[in-house]
Every structure is written in structure tokens, then in C-alpha cells.
């Protein structure tokens, strides 16, 4: 039973990146809340999804963890004390590490964790345990549109503005990108975009419900964006639409690129992606006639084994044409998962540092050593990408503590990583619910869930907020902070994992200083004065909106165009293989679907998995709608009923990612990785389906 600690509570939703603004107020008898409208909060400006509006289903106890799990000699998860399951994480840990080395432990989280937590969390792995093995799922969400945001201005946030500046552009392309149903409170955006006078262009294999807002939708062969883009460039320099002065004054690298784009001319474009070159010009007319315009990219384009170079490419269309670090211009990235943006900045990457910092930088390490107490010279190195490192589970990494991701569901290549799970020596896992890779645990700790905490995420837009705790959570549960604090004692370390929120957000402000992503000048204070503070934000500076104005954050200041030329996908159809599959999100699931599955309502309106394909294949196939079909691709066989619609290409399957069992998409997806991002291709691989 929950016992409420306050009239009403303003704080943010647990799921997407837009962390949308709520108000919970707690329920006569005190045992739950109800969400209500917060309309002072300026993102989503009361507006929810269905997700949002049923997330205190969650609270219950009826659907979640409430007292820890050991798993027994008989093989059974039997309920356990708190000290007997950190008792017995701890020794597993540790006694991987004597037999095996340091290395020989594993740590994966989440983007869904809380900077204070993804900050504890990467301390944990390199100060308690002494491991570089730590990556998170955010690997799988932004990496490659982080690294091109590397590549080209020296620093990565996903949006360089806030959302409020959509509207006031002249033109949006939205690539791989389906807000109606992945936000849809950020759908509003485009639609004011429209009513002031701007235009939409949508690229996407599908049409979508936010392609159907657009006035323009190209809907390219899935694995071919990155000539899309290289296509459109082209078009800008034949046509004379490139910003000279632009490219002169604020770029360098600008000649390789040209002559890269160059060999990509429109008739082979044309025949690599399947759009006509008339709807290629048509878009390079709509984006270069205004005087400003924005790209936004989404998984489509980053999730594939190039995604790092097909972002650059978008980036590189923004630059030429002088769109980017100006007012109501840009390139910028959707972030998906609710701090997939925070939970790289602070340490849960397998290469960085808090602050944004890099692993194999000597200053860095010094400068986070010292708040750390540590010496640098026993800080880790990099270790293996989030793939690399779940593929490696049950070999050189033999245990693993998981923290907020289930990827039995959402790893690619999902039934080879669900046999390396099984494989471990050891598995601890911390979950609000009994996720599918909770269940395969030797421990399974019951944690708190975003309304039982007070603690920081970070939005698409860069803004720091603060989620308030409005209600005690039950007996037998604790914090994940408490976890990692009771953890490090047991393997020896009596101080530096505190359990207060705000404490741990103090520390991870001096880690931060002076690093790229700083965080020194927010406090929890100043984010509830100002409705979020948007980093970088040094000690005694205002937040940064709009970071790219004046320079970018590179060395000198100047944005880099990186020369790219398109390459095929990692698997492109053949006789065996002949179709392409995609998959993404429904408006009423959330990645793994391991908590919204558990919501009643939100399995009302979409209670299971689907193949969606066009009547010409299903016609071949003798397929009807609803009939169950089987998926194959080189890694395995899914089964799910047919969707058929002609929204999407007649070459293209796809299906949603959100459940286990035979309809699991990601049996069948490719983990060839983008060799900067370490970004698996989920969204492109060859595939037949058959009747099942």
C-alpha cells in the first residue's frame, strides 16, 4: 500500500524522451495516483499519450516486483530477504572477478535510468568492480546520430534547439521518424508547422500516420537513406543552391564532400532507393525555398550498419545549404528512450566518462579520478559495445549485473543473446516487473519506479528535469541507488555510493565540470525555477538552447563536412531471402514492451505482435488479413498474424518489436554493426515469410 506525501505532485512521464510534463494526485485511501493535465510544462503543454495517462497502472503490486528473488538449488526464483540477495549478488560478482579477473564481470543498464542512477551505475562498474565491460541499451536508441553529431560539430546533443522552434522553420524533413505513434504530443509541432506556412517531407518505407501529415512523402527501399540524402546534395550543387558564404565562413572539408555526393547522381539514385528523381527535386525545392529548414532523423536512418555515415550525410545537406548554426535551422536527432540522452553523458557508455568526457583521455580520467577519490591509473579502459558485449556473456564476460533493460526482447539476434544469457555464471538483474531476462536471473531485485524517486532526466532537447517522488513506494522495494550503495559496501567500499538523489547529483555536477556535456551550473533548485535547465550549463552560466549559434564545438569552431558514399545494407534480398523486413514501435507499446504489456488498457489496443505487408506480396503468398505468417531471416523464424495494407512497399515486411515468444521481431534481426557507432542494422534485413 502506498502512502501519499503530498496534495498533488508536479513532475514527468516514465517513457519517451519528450518527458512530458504531469501532475499526479494521490487517490482517496492513498493507495495510487492520478495522472492530471500539467499545462504550465511547455513541451508537452498537457497533452499525454496513452502510455502517460495509464503509467500509475504500473504501481500497483499487483503487476510488479515487491520483495527480491533468489533463485534456489531446485532451479525456482523463491522470494528472499534483502541481505541474503545482496549477500548473494556481491559474492557472485566478486567471485567471478577472483576466478576470472575484473574483466570477467559485466554490467549493463538502461536509458531509461535516471542520470543520478546511470552516473552510479558507471562509478559502480569502474571503481567497485573494476570492470571495463559497461555499455546500455541507449546504444541501440542514438549512438550513430551521436557519433556524426561528434564527426561534424564536435558535440553531441540531440536536439541543438528546443522543440518550440519547429514551428517557426520554413521546412522539415523527417526521416525515419513516426511521431504519431513513438510522441505523440510532439505531433503538434508539425502540424503548427504547417499552419504557419511551413512545409513537411516525411521519408519513411511506410505510410505512416505522421507521413500522412505530410506534403511531401518519399518512401525509400529500407537500407537506402544514406543515397537519399547523397542524392538530394547532389541536386543542391547542380541546381546552385549551396550557401557559399555559409560553407566558406563556419565549414571546412566541404571539397571531399562535394565530390562524394557528386558521384551520386540522381538516375542512380533513382534506382537504388526507388523514389523518381521528380520527387528528389520536388524535395530539394521544398527544403532550400525558405530561409530556413531543419532535418530530424529518427532509428530508421541510425539503426543500420552505416548509420553513423547516412546521419552525416543528412548533416551535410544541412550544411552546404547553410542550414545549421543558425536561428530556426539544423540537423537534430529524435531521441527515443526517456534518457537515452542523459544516460550516455554520465558514464554508462562503454568509452565515456561523466560529463561527456572520453575514457582515453589522461585529463579526464585525472579530473574524474579526483572527485572519485580514486587514482586514475586503476580506471579501466574502454570495453566491448553493447552487442559485443551481450555476445560475449557466458565466455569472457561470465556474470552480469542488468540494470532497467530486457534485452531478451530488444537485443538483435535475440535468440543467440537469450542462449549467451542462459550461458552466464551469473545474473543479477534490478527491474521494476519481471522482465523476460528476469525471469533467467540467479537474482532479481525489486526496485522503485519513477513515481516512488525524485531524480534528473534528460530530454531530446538537452533540458535537464527534475521527477519528483509523490508517493512512498512499497515495503520490500528499494531504490536502485540504495542497491548500488548496499552492492559496493559488501565488495568493500563503505563510501561514495550515496543513496540520497540530490547527493548523487552534486557529485555528478563536479564530475561533469568543465566537460563537455557540463552539468556544474544545474542544480535541483534551478531546474524547478526554470522549467529545465537545457547543458551545457557551467558553474554560475545560463543553460544553452541553441549551442550552435555563435561556434560550433569543435576546435576551431567550425563545423566539419565528412565525405560519405553510399554502401548496400549488410544483407540485401536474393532467391532464398527475397523480401526486406523493418520493424519499430505501436502508440500503445513501449520498447520491450516488459511494462506496458502489463497495462490493461494498452493491451487492449494492441495485444499482440503483426506482420505488415502489401496485397500484391499477400496475394502471392495466398496470405488473408489476420492469417498467421512465418518471418525468416538467416537468424531464425517468427510467426505472427497478417496486417495487410498497401501503406507499405511491396518489397517490405514489417513488424513491430514489442513482444516476446514466436512473434519476437528481433529473432530475426542483423546485429552487423555501424563500425564508429557500434550501432546493430535492426531496421534493414533480408527476409522471406511463408504461411505458417
Known sequence: MHTPEAAATATHCPYCAL???????????????????????????????????????LLSSRVRLTQPLVRTHAGRLEPATWEEALDTVAEGLARTGRAYGPDAVGVFGGGGLTNEKAYALGKFARVALRTSQIDYNGRFCMSSAAAAHQRAFGLDRGLPFPLEDIPRTGCVILVGSNLAETMPPALRYLTELKENGGTLIVIDPRRTRTAEQADLHLAPRPGTDLALALGMLHLVVAQGRTDEEFIADRTTGWEAARAAAMAHWPELVERITGVPVPRLREAVGMFCAPASAMVLTARGPEQQSKGTDTVGAWINLCLATGRAGRP?????????????????????KADQLPGYRKLTDPAARAHVAGVWGVDPDTLPGPGRSAYELLDALGTDVRSLLLMGSNPVVSAPRAAHIEDRIRSLDFLAVA??????????????????????????????????????????????????????????????????????????????RRASAGGPADYSGISYARIEAEQGVFWPCPDGAAGTPRPFLDRFATDDGLARFVPVSHRDAAEVPDADYPLLLTTGRVVAQYQSGAQTRRVEELNAAAPGPFVELHPRLAARLGALDGSPLAVVSRRGRSVAPARITDTIRADTVFMPFHWPGEGRANTLTNPALDPVSRMPEFKVCAVRVEPA
Not at 536527432?333 to 544516460?343: K, P
Not at 512499497?474 to 563510501?495: N, W
Open 19 to 57: 518527458q512530458c510534463g504531469m501532475n499526479l494526485r494521490p487517490e482517496p485511501g492513498g493507495e495510487g495516483v492520478t495522472v492530471e493535465e500539467r499545462a504550465d510544462f511547455p513541451v508537452n503543454r498537457g497533452a499525454l499519450c496513452g502510455k502517460g495517462r495509464t503509467a500509475p497502472a
Open 328 to 348: 530556426l535551422s539544423g540537423y537534430g536527432c529524435l531521441t527515443g528512450q526517456g534518457n537515452g540522452q542523459g544516460g550516455r553523458e554520465h558514464g554508462q
Open 431 to 508: 527491474d521494476v516487473v519481471l522482465s523476460e531476462t528476469a525471469a533467467l536471473a540467479d537474482v532479481v531485485l525489486p526496485v522503485t519506479q519513477w513515481a516512488e524517486e525524485t531524480g534528473t532526466t534528460t530530454s531530446l532537447e538537452g533540458r535537464v528535469l527534475l521527477r519528483r517522488r509523490a508517493l512512498t513506494p512499497p515495503p520490500g522495494v528499494r531504490t536502485d541507488l540504495e542497491v548500488l550503495h548496499g552492492l559496493a559496501a559488501r565488495l568493500g567500499i563503505e563510501k561514495g555510493f550515496p543513496t540520497a538523489p540530490e547527493a548523487v547529483f552534486d557529485e555528478l
